[in-house]
């Protein structure tokens, strides 16, 4: 029997859905395989989310709490995370595919010479390893991927699997972390939290995405009262970001954050394979263009030709209707 | 560097740009090769095939390369009648066409250019400039620059670069050759043809099945008729490797009066039962459309050389469409490649002026190209006759449906159902008229 | 400051693409730098121009990334290192990671700067992999650099937010795309790009032996993603659209 760790990431105070996700899909394939399904929580006060931890089925909760973790920083986590490696000496340890894991874990790799695949989007096991599938290409192609070690790290995309509860009483196992500032070389000046909008957009049921067809004021306006009506999170182009009419944290795509909502707005965004990368496992897209032939529309659930300016307030206003 | 002058600029990688480099890098000459596209043969959607043999002369034994830029060589072309049900054949395939040099093959620019390119490179590296001569891709001439009417270089963007003479091969949409004042502005549009192409892809096996081809053997098929819904012009099959490009050349004043889009007639043109049997099973991986000239002499630049400048390609309109092929690929090849021979022979006279660069002219109206695009002007015409796109056709393909239904009746002779067909679809004057252009024509 | 860019070739994912056996194919073969890496020499040409130093490009693979290499020279680079391999094998982040940490062991530097991730792959690990191999302080998805004294000053985009990270030299930097436009070489650059050195390094002059290379993870086969069902377009009046396609989220998708 071998182990299937799964980091329980936090974030803004909250558990990651996205981690409760790739736990809920580990604990299935613990049980299919007669191997166990644990998970680790590093963070300021990792004891505070056991509880709900537990309700997801993992039968041994690590927990390493630190002051240091209260803002990311790798030099520390990577400490830390090698130290969990060596406590609980998974087969699999599997992430939630955030900034934060994408930011250590070639590192933690290296540091453990173990094989790693990162954003699969499923992923199972084979003997001597697991087997995966990876979005490639702008995600226009899906590979098949193998690793084969006795250490696997794997970073599993949002929206890849389906929560499922499973209480249980699992055993809550401290392991204690020491970290001395003086090892720090890279030095944390500040941070800039995202404006405006602190809807999680990975996690969000809906999102209102703009593009550069929206750019000026009238059209942000218009943006944000739908996005009020259908209490959505709000996205952006690259378009946007770039130009720095929407904050950077906002991006959905390549480069961006990769969303799963129950429905997903897109305008004044054409649909280049990069930013659609982000978002075509959304459940329902709409699309609002003027240009009747944009990329978009061949991946929109509900496409509207027109002009967003013209478009948006009645369609804010149906809403409302609907709503109430 | 900003001192260096070249002894050539050549303005354009397309098929003319790069017979010409090759032959300026054979000849160690200091030169370089501009292509606004990413790269050689980024914007180049056309392709079809590249007849004649001089590519042989520019890369010896090309068809001994594992993965040449080239598609399938031609031992199968057919000329095909249509009207609205039928398609009647003119059908000829000979061994006598797959020994080397082939005098056909199939390209895909975007492949074939790239590949021409590298070619290119490599003789570079091994003229006496390797370090100095140079092709540079993703960069816009904006202006040939003029003193006292010689060209002495280009500019692009903020840059100049200077050289004793500049080759325009910039293609059909020849802004620069009209800059440097050898072509009027205004081309009028009844001049100016509409190419669209969409290329399907089949599995290999089925597609050399299907069209019987063998080893890299291929086949290109011209349609004359229903093809283009009653616009001038013509269609065109090609097969590549696993692909086939099929697409039409309309007339773009025909377009404009007729009030039709190249895309629908294209559909048109598939949707025929015949080419629908042709082209079953496969899918449509890209669609492309690009001006074509007519080849009509009326629309050629007064001239194709001045101080310092030498045109070739379409940029000189050089472009036959007879009806039996498309020729605009092979001229470009071979105008490069004499032009770039005039500027050797400037260098060595050391002087670019007219009267050393007007040997080009001389060279050119010797070759085929010019002999051709003389001689088969009536034929150009005549492709452009409405009578050619639709009686005839129509007529021709009346007969075959006469001549080749086996009916429970007495069999008429031949000559019988021709005059009926004849009496359907046109007179007999027209005909004796069509007959006599034909006859002079081809 | 000396900063070296490590560059990749990728497929031009715009380039047409088709799936035979199981195995990918570039209809044309179409290959390019890399746009994270883009970007990373892009603003290391920058801090260069304000800062002084020099900017050495390093690229590992077959023959034929010389000419990525020499667009990354003709954007501005001084000068490069192709690193060569067969080419026979596709290998992983940790095998590129592996070969560059080999080459950096002994080299000066004060950056390494990478793209936070190969535009085809996405895996985004060869960065972070690097540093800690070479054991240096890292950030990773810079959106912004800046000098400060002897410092780099790195804008990172994080969860949710960004981080201003100070990081000593010498040390490692992955770039996002966000961090700039990188510029479109210009004729001149091109030329002179063609007369900048370019060292060529055999993997055995690193002590490597190319077949004894054996990566963790191995791609199996390629497939088309399942492209989803083709749905409803309207055009016509705002106001009717906006109606019909709202009633239809309430009642047909039912996510209102
Ligand atoms: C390596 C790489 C990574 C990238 N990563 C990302 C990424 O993560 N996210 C991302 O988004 N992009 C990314 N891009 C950029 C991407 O390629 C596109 O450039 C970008 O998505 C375009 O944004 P857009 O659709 O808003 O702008 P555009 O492409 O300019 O589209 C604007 C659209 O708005 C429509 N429009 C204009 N006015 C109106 C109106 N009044 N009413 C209705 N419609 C209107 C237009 O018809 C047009 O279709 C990446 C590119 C690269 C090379
Ligand atoms: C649909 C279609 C089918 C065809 N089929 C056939 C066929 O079967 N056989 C055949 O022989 N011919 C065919 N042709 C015609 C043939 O493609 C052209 O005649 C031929 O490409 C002309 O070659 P060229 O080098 O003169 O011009 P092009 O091939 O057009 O090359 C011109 C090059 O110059 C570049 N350029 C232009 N301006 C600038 C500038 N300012 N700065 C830098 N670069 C510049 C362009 O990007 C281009 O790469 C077909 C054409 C079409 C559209
Ligand atoms: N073969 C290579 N040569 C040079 N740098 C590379 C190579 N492979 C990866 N890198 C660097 O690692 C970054 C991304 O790594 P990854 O996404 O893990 O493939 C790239 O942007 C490069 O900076």
Redesign the pocket.
């Known amino acids: 029997m071998s182990t299937l760790l799964t980091h329980i990431a936090i974030s803004d105070g909250k558990i990651k859905r996205s981690s409760l996700e790739v736990l809920s899909h580990c604990k299935q394939l613990a049980e299919n395989n007669g191997h166990a399904a644990e998970a680790v929580i590093i963070d300021a006060d990792a004891s505070n989310y056991v509880d709900q931890v537990k309700s997801y089925g993992a039968e041994k909760i690590y927990t390493m709490e630190d002051p240091i973790f209260k803002n990311h920083m790798n030099t520390p986590l990577l400490k830390a995370f090698a130290k969990v490696m060596e406590e609980a000496n998974p087969h699999v340890f599997a992430f939630a595919s955030t900034e934060s894991t994408k930011d250590i874990l070639?590192a933690l790799a290296a540091n453990q010479d173990a094989a790693v695949l990162s954003d699969v989007s499923e992923f199972d096991l084979i003997d001597g390893g697991i087997s995966a599938k990876r979005p490639v290409m702008a995600a226009k192609i899906l590979s098949s991927t193998e690793a084969h070690d006795d250490q696997i790290l794997v970073s599993v995309r949002s929206g890849s699997y389906d929560l499922v509860e499973n209480e249980t009483d699992a055993e809550v196992v401290n392991i204690d972390f020491s970290f001395d500032e003086s090892e720090l070389q890279a030095t944390l000046r500040e941070i800039i939290g995202a404006s405006g909008d602190k809807i999680d957009l990975s996690e969000a049921e809906t999102i209102v995405a703009a593009g550069r067809g929206a750019k000026d004021e009238e059209g942000q306006n218009l943006i944000n009262e739908l996005a009020d009506v259908l209490g959505a999170g709000i996205g952006a182009s690259r378009a946007l970001t770039e130009a720095g009419i929407m904050d950077p944290s906002l991006q959905i795509g390549q480069t961006g954050k990769v969303v799963s909502p129950q429905l997903y707005i897109a305008i004044g965004i054409s649909g280049a394979i990069q930013h659609v990368a982000g978002m075509a496992n959304s459940k329902v897209i709409v699309a609002i263009n003027k240009d009747p032939d944009a990329p978009i529309f061949e991946i929109a659930d509900y496409g509207i030709v027109g002009d967003l300016y013209k478009v948006l307030p009645p369609f804010i206003e149906e809403l409302k209707k609907i709503r109430n | 560097m900003e001192d260096e002058t070249f002894d050539c600029i050549i303005v354009g990688a397309g098929v003319a740009g790069l017979a010409a480099a090759m032959t300026l890098a054979r000849n160690n000459m200091k030169f370089l090769l501009i292509e606004k596209g990413e790269f050689a043969g980024a914007k180049n959607v056309s392709g079809g095939v590249l007849w004649g043999s001089d590519l042989a002369k520019l890369v010896p034994n090309y068809w001994e390369e594992e993965d040449a830029g080239w598609e399938r060589f031609i031992n199968h072309r057919r000329l095909t009648f249509m009207d609205d049900q039928s398609t009647f054949s003119v059908d000829f395939k000979s061994s006598h066409f797959n020994e080397t040099p082939y005098t056909g093959v199939v390209v895909l620019r975007s492949k074939f250019d790239r590949w021409l390119a590298g070619k290119v490179e490599d003789a570079i590296a091994e003229s006496d400039y390797p370090m100095d001569s140079f092709i540079a891709t993703n960069i816009k001439v904006d202006e040939i620059l003029m003193e006292d009417d010689k060209a002495v270089g280009i500019r692009t963007g903020e840059e100049e670069f200077h050289a004793n003479s500049v080759i325009i091969a910039e293609g059909v949409n020849n802004l620069l050759t009209r800059q440097v004042g050898l072509q009027d502005d205004y081309v009028p549009a009844d001049h100016v043809l509409t190419g669209i192409k969409e290329i399907i892809r089949y599995d290999q096996d089925q597609l050399e099945d299907r069209f019987q081809l063998n080893g890299l053997s291929g086949m290109s098929n011209e349609f004359i008729g229903y093809a283009t819904d009653g616009v001038e012009g013509g269609g065109f099959l090609y097969t590549n490797r696993d692909t086939i490009s099929i697409g039409l050349v309309l007339g773009l004043k025909d377009l404009r009066e007729k009030k039709k889009s190249p895309h629908d007639i294209l559909n048109h043109f598939k949707s025929h039962p015949v080419i629908q049997d042709t082209i079953k099973g496969g899918e449509v991986v890209e669609y492309s459309a690009h001006v074509v000239s007519s080849g009509d002499k009326r629309v050629m630049p007064k001239e194709l050389y001045k101080d310092g400048v030498l045109l070739c390609g379409e940029a000189a309109n050089l472009l036959m469409n007879a009806g039996k092929a498309i020729q605009g690929m092979d001229y470009a090849m071979r105008s490069g490649i004499l032009a770039a021979e005039t500027i050797v022979d400037a260098k060595e006279k050391d002087d670019y002026t007219s009267s050393t660069l007007k040997s080009y002219r001389k060279a050119l109206d010797e070759s085929y190209v010019m002999k051709d695009m003389n001689g088969f002007q009536d034929a150009v015409h005549m492709l452009h006759s409405p009578e050619m796109f639709k009686d005839v056709p129509n007529l021709i393909c009346d007969f075959g449906k006469k001549f080749f239904s086996i009916k429970s009746e007495p069999t008429k002779k031949s000559r019988k159902l021709m005059a009926e067909s004849i009496k359907e679809h046109s007179s007999y004057w027209d005909l004796i008229k069509i007959g006599l252009k034909g006859a002079k024509s081809l | 400051m000396k900063f070296y860019v490590?560059?990749?070739q990728v497929p031009d994912v715009n380039a047409p693409i088709q799936i035979k056996e199981g195995q990918l194919i570039q209809d044309t073969n179409r290959m390019i730098l890399?746009a994270?890496?883009a970007s990373?020499v892009e603003e290391a040409l920058v801090l260069k121009e304000a800062h002084g130093g020099e900017v050495e490009v390093?690229?590992?693979?077959p023959d034929k990334v010389t000419e990525t290499i020499r667009k990354a020279l003709a954007m501005g680079a001084d000068k490069a290192v192709h690193i060569q391999t067969s080419g026979d094998a596709e290998y992983d982040?940790a095998t590129?990671a592996t070969i560059?940490a080999k080459f950096f062991e002994d080299k000066e530097y004060d950056v390494i700067s990478?793209?936070?991730?190969?535009q085809d792959?996405?895996?985004?690990?060869?960065?972070s992999m690097l540093a800690e191999k070479l054991n240096l302080p890292y950030a990773t998805n810079a959106v912004g650099l800046e000098m400060d004294s002897d410092k780099l000053v790195v804008k990172r985009q994080g969860d949710s937010g960004q981080e201003i990270i100070g990081l000593p030299s010498p040390c490692l930097v992955?770039c996002s795309n966000d961090m700039n436009d990188p510029r479109i070489p210009s004729l001149k650059g091109i030329m002179q790009s063609k007369r900048k050195p370019m060292e060529t390094i055999e993997l055995s002059s690193l002590g490597i032996d190319e077949s004894e290379l054996s990566p963790k993870t191995k791609v199996t086969g390629y497939q088309e993603k399942p492209g989803r069902e083709p749905g409803q377009k309207f055009e016509g009046e705002p106001e009717e659209m906006a109606q019909q396609v709202a009633k239809l989220l309430d009642e047909e998708a039912n996510v209102i």
């Not at chain 3, 390093?58 to 693979?61: A, E, H, L, Y």
């Not at chain 3, 990478?114 to 190969?118: E, L």
């Open positions: 070639g | 490590c560059i990749k890399n994270y890496d990373a390093v690229s590992v693979g982040s590129y560059l990478c793209g936070k991730q190969s792959t996405d895996a985004g690990l060869a960065g992955t």
